[in-house]
């Protein structure tokens, strides 16, 4: 689910076959979806399916515990009063996860609060946004949007900062920060653009920096994807080398053995 939420989080990539009409550098992503505009139904409804792909992972990831303590099979807690093996919900896993069903419900209602027009190609849409004489759609649409995009960064960091902590996910660990990094530096692109662009002082490829921004976005969804169905993946069973080192008597793995 992650990882088909991750390719339809991408659609609008079609951008480069389709004719839009839009400018990629300098609209926003959103207005692919505008109800006038007419490509939108199908950029709405890779949207939705998106948005209802990451809720749905969410929400089976805090349903089957992967919210619980848990540590990468074979470590041992750095601290001996640790049990990494107790009971109990992992704060950074409900915070990330949980974060991540925000940023798919967000991303779904997204889609069915489009844009009535596109305000960086149409001048006078672009009028009656600044004019307020727009439908309503547009103030909610900017809210969802801004929900999504904090959700989406709140799961990046909190599954990172799992992932490191707990030695779980070892592609996350290594990409994660690297991710958070240029997600953060997109982000301030296209915010520092849409104050530039509200305030009447051009675009400042906006387009380029949302969709960077959007880009990142899939690229974690996909790199969580892999990571998580890797650590769910069946581990072989010990060959006879390693039960013979565990029955040794001296050996850490039979004094393990015997305290179980």
Do not use: K
Not at 62 to 70: D, K, S, Y
Not at 80 to 100: E, H, M, N, T
Not at 128 to 147: C, D, F, K, Q
């Amino acid at each position: 689910m992650l990882l088909l939420s991750a390719v339809a989080y991408t659609a609008w990539v079609l951008e480069v076959v389709l004719s839009t009409g839009l400018d990629p550098v300098q609209a926003y992503i959103s207005e692919l979806a505008a109800e006038d505009q007419p490509l939108g139904g199908l950029f709405r409804a890779t949207d939705l399916a998106a948005g209802l792909s990451v809720l749905a992972a969410a929400l089976t990831a805090l349903a089957t515990g992967q919210a619980r303590n848990a540590a990468a099979p074979g470590r041992r807690a750095a601290d001996p009063g640790q049990d990494l093996s107790a009971p109990g919900r992992d704060r950074w896993a409900l915070v990330g996860w949980s974060a991540l069903a925000l940023f798919g419900a967000a991303t779904a209602a997204d889609s069915r609060l489009p844009l009535s027009c596109a305000p960086t190609s149409d001048e006078m849409c672009a009028a009656r946004e600044t004019a307020g004489l727009v439908p309503a759609t547009h103030t909610a649409h900017a809210v969802t949007s801004s929900l999504a995009m904090l959700g989406a960064l709140t799961g990046l960091v909190a599954l990172t900062v799992l992932a490191r902590r707990r030695h779980r996910w070892p592609a996350v660990r290594r990409l994660g920060p690297w991710l958070l990094g240029a997600e953060l530096l997109a982000t301030g692109w296209s915010l520092g653009a849409i104050a530039a662009f509200q305030a009447g002082r051009g675009t400042w490829a906006l387009g380029a920096g949302q969709r960077l921004q959007v880009l990142l976005v899939a690229l974690w969804l996909a790199v969580l994807a892999v990571a998580v169905a890797r650590s769910s993946a069946p581990q072989a069973l010990p060959g006879p080398e390693a039960q013979d080192a565990q029955d040794t008597p001296g050996t850490p793995e039979a004094a393990d053995r015997r305290r179980t």
